[in-house]
């Protein structure tokens, strides 16, 4: 009995593990995010966190689509990134991004 206990406590950490690859540091500033292939459109927010190869933003625009490619700048980086995944909540939109 005491065995089947330990397995299920193993089994929560593995499903309840980090699935993230690098570590994230918490950050802020505004961040102005500009599609591709929209020039026209510029969506701005807040930087959330950044890891080496990517960060969060929260904004208001539910434009942005997996997989879309972006111009980006915030306080400690610029160039294109690649939508990963999108969380949209009644208060807030968050985005996350490869950068490419």
Do not use: C, Y
């Given at each position: 009995?005491h065995?089947?206990?330990?397995?299920?406590?193993t089994?929560?950490?593995?499903?309840?593990?980090?699935k993230?690859?690098e570590p994230r540091l918490?950050?802020?500033?505004l961040v102005?995010?500009?599609?591709?292939?929209?020039?026209?459109?510029?969506?701005?927010?807040?930087l959330?966190?950044?890891?080496a190869n990517g960060?969060?933003?929260s904004h208001?625009?539910?434009?942005?689509s997996?997989g879309q490619i972006?111009?980006?700048e915030?306080?400690?980086?610029?160039?294109?990134?690649?939508?990963?995944?999108?969380?949209?909540t009644?208060?807030?939109?968050?985005?996350?991004f490869l950068?490419?």
């Amino acid at each position: 009995m005491h065995h089947k206990a330990n397995a299920q406590s193993t089994s929560t950490t593995i499903l309840g593990a980090e699935k993230r690859r690098e570590p994230r540091l918490a950050t802020d500033g505004l961040v102005r995010i500009v599609i591709e292939d929209q020039q026209h459109l510029a969506i701005e927010g807040q930087l959330v966190d950044v890891s080496a190869n990517g960060f969060r933003v929260s904004h208001s625009s539910a434009t942005l689509s997996k997989g879309q490619i972006v111009r980006f700048e915030h306080p400690t980086a610029r160039g294109r990134a690649k939508v990963i995944w999108n969380r949209i909540t009644t208060e807030v939109v968050e985005t996350g991004f490869l950068i490419v």
